[in-house]
């Protein structure tokens, strides 16, 4: 007689039980409680303290979000954790059969190889999902203290650090499948990681095609995650990254098969994705799940905004790494983009600092073409880009509406309890579940 | 080892599909138990249910099936493997050195389980440095030297063909039909 479960269900089953007896494993979940936790108390006394708590000018609290205030730096936690911890238990997994030896008896089901790596990235994700469990306790903490909670904005910052783990996990199973050991494949993966920061400096200090570049690294990828903006083209990229680690893993993992024609396979992966990315950065779609509409104009801009139709190009005179151009980008040009896709925006400086061209007659200079016309302004705030954009465009500004502004949710609670659960019962739960789940296997 | 390179041995065209390769120099699955590996080889694979406890009677595996793959010594472990082999469903098995380590006792033991298994209908390709434990358990032949063919058949058919390039001593011998033909 014969099993009747589906085969791919018997390696999901395999590879959980692996996973689970992998000490790596236990060792993350271990250290991203009290990773989750040192962050989490310290954002919330701090937003404590902006909201009141313990003298502090009270009112302050009235423009804050949890999002940015408590969210953001809870799961940056996780950011670490997939960075410097992710990693190893994935190559593990993905390494551990090729050390063992399993894998020469594994790879002679008639299954691909791609399916045996999708089942590893799998289980890694629901290994990660189990990890997230710590950001979900603190959720659970701060609405215990009063504190409100947005949903959506909760789903998109967790979603990021999702896809976020999804490329550690692609990256790392790659490495494992093309170098013979686990320590190398390590090197290769922080390496990598370690690239993708050098590429966010290089963007701050130089701009050009380098800045287009770095928004599309996972630090810049969580960050607007972490602001409650879901763009459609890095979900889309972070997809098919994902996909191609996978591939690349599959393509290294088979045994047998001759190194040219693997190198072959592998640049036929990596055409097809830079394709697929370059089809991807196309998207303009994207959703601002902020509470506080962080990510976006008023509404009644908005509206005014999507009423022009000619393009819009910008030549803003700032430096790389003018804090001016940071502000302009943030508050303005992103928002801008978002509901004006016909928006061209060149950024034009000699020096990288922009400290020695502050006398230069132009510097500084914000230009706006429209239709023809074109004006100049310094100002590179919210409401000084709209101002000159209204201008040009001859349209009345919108009526300001004070009910549309975001009132904030300040919230004068010091963490308590969270020591003891983050740095007490968190260990304790883990280590006595990894002695339960590992005797039963 | 690749099932691949399998595909032509001593010039037969073999099918993969039909094909298992292993070899006894791997721990697979350490942390696993016995047990586990077992059952996990049937549902992946799909073999016969019926036929694990034969073979778990046959290589004396039971008081090993709550270990440790990873904690096995070299003889237990190559029982474990070879138990895995042997619920393969492929009707081809290929084994690198099954003997390779093993006591004569064990020796003996496991020829009898794989001889009981090619009577029963299955085909094994054992590759084996040891003449004498070649001979223990094999029906044909494959010699090779230097990585050529030397001969091949059966070992009476070896016999005549060593007799053929005036080797001498007993034609029943096959470690001496390999040194009369390599």
């Known amino acids: 007689m014969r099993s009747r479960r589906p085969a791919w269900l018997w390696l999901f089953a395999k590879e959980w039980r692996e996973l689970v007896a992998s000490r790596s494993f236990w060792v993350m979940l271990v250290a991203i409680g009290p990773l989750v936790g040192v962050s989490f108390m310290s954002a919330v006394r701090t937003y404590a303290e902006v909201s009141g708590l313990g003298g502090t000018a009270a009112g302050v609290g009235e423009a804050l979000s949890p999002l940015i205030g408590v969210w953001a730096p809870t799961f940056s936690a996780c950011e670490l954790a997939a960075v410097f911890l992710l990693p190893f238990v994935a190559i593990r997994l993905v390494g551990g059969d090729r050390q063992s030896g399993a894998l020469k008896l594994e790879l002679q089901h008639p299954m691909p190889a791609f399916g045996h790596v999708v089942a590893k990235a799998s289980v890694l994700l629901v290994g990660w999902l189990a990890a997230s469990i710590a950001p979900v306790v603190a959720i659970a903490l701060w609405r215990s203290y009063g504190g409100t909670t947005f949903v959506p904005e909760l789903a998109t910052v967790a979603s990021g650090h999702l896809l976020n783990a999804g490329l550690t996990i692609g990256l790392a199973a790659a490495a494992a499948s093309m170098t013979e050991h686990p320590s190398t494949a390590a090197i290769v993966t922080l390496s990598v990681t370690v690239g993708t920061w050098i590429i966010n400096f290089i963007a701050a200090v130089q701009g050009g095609i380098w800045e287009r570049l770095a ?3 996972p630090t810049a990828m969580v960050a607007e995650f972490q602001h409650g903006l879901l763009r459609l083209d890095l979900v889309l990229i972070s997809l098919a990254l994902i996909a191609t680690g996978l591939a690349l893993s599959a393509v290294w993992m088979r045994i047998g098969i001759p190194v040219h024609r693997r190198s072959i396979e592998s640049l036929v992966v990596a055409a097809v994705a830079t394709v697929a990315i370059a089809g991807f950065t196309k998207a303009h779609a994207s959703w601002d799940t902020s509470e506080n509409r962080m990510n976006s104009f008023s509404e009644a801009d908005e509206q005014a905004l999507r009423k ?10 700032l430096a790389p790494e003018d804090p001016r151009r940071a502000d ?6 992103s928002k801008l983009r978002r509901v004006m896709p016909e928006v061209t925006v060149d950024y034009i400086s000699s020096t990288s600092i922009g400290l020695f061209e502050q006398t230069r007659e132009h510097y500084g200079e914000i230009w706006y073409e429209l ?9 590179t705030t919210a409401e000084g880009v709209l101002e000159s954009i209204y201008a040009i465009a001859g349209i009345s500004p919108p009526a300001e509406n004070d009910e549309s502004i975001f009132r904030g949710h300040p919230l004068a609670a010091p963490p308590k309890g969270a020591g003891i659960v983050f740095y007490g019962i968190w260990p304790i739960v883990v280590v ?9 296997i | 080892m690749e099932a691949r390179s399998a595909t032509a041995i001593a010039g037969c ?3 993969i599909a039909h094909l298992f390769c292993f070899t006894f120099r791997i721990a697979p699955w350490p942390t696993q138990s016995v047990r586990w590996a077992l059952d996990f080889v049937l549902g992946f694979w799909g073999g016969e249910k019926d036929v694990r406890d034969q073979v778990v009677r046959d290589l004396d595996i039971a008081p090993l099936l709550g270990s440790p793959i990873g904690t096995l010594s070299k003889g237990q472990r190559k029982r474990a493997l070879l138990a895995i ?3 393969m469903p492929q009707a081809i098995l290929l084994a690198d050195e099954p003997f390779d380590g093993l006591d004569l006792r064990q020796t003996r033991d496991i020829a009898r389980v794989l001889r009981s298994h090619a009577s029963a209908g299955r085909t094994l390709f054992l590759s084996i440095h040891q003449i004498t434990d070649a001979a223990r358990v094999c029906d044909r032949f494959v010699l090779l030297s230097g990585g ?13 063909l060593a007799a053929g390039r005036g080797a001498s001593g007993s034609g029943a011998d096959l470690e001496e039909v390999f040194l009369a033909l390599t």
């Open chain 1, 328 to 333: 302009l980008e943030r508050r303005s040009l």
């Open chain 1, 308 to 317: 022009i139709h000619a393009p819009l190009r910008i030549e803003a005179h």
């Open chain 1, 215 to 217: 928004n599309y690294t």
């Open chain 1, 432 to 440: 006595f579940s990894s002695f339960l789940m590992r005797r039963n």
């Open chain 2, 85 to 87: 082999g042997l619920l």
């Open chain 2, 148 to 160: 050529r063919i030397r001969g091949e058949g059966t070992l009476d058919e070896l016999s005549v």
């Open chain 2, 13 to 15: 065209r073999l099918e």
């Open chain 1, 371 to 379: 239709g023809g016309k074109k004006q100049m302004s310094r100002i």
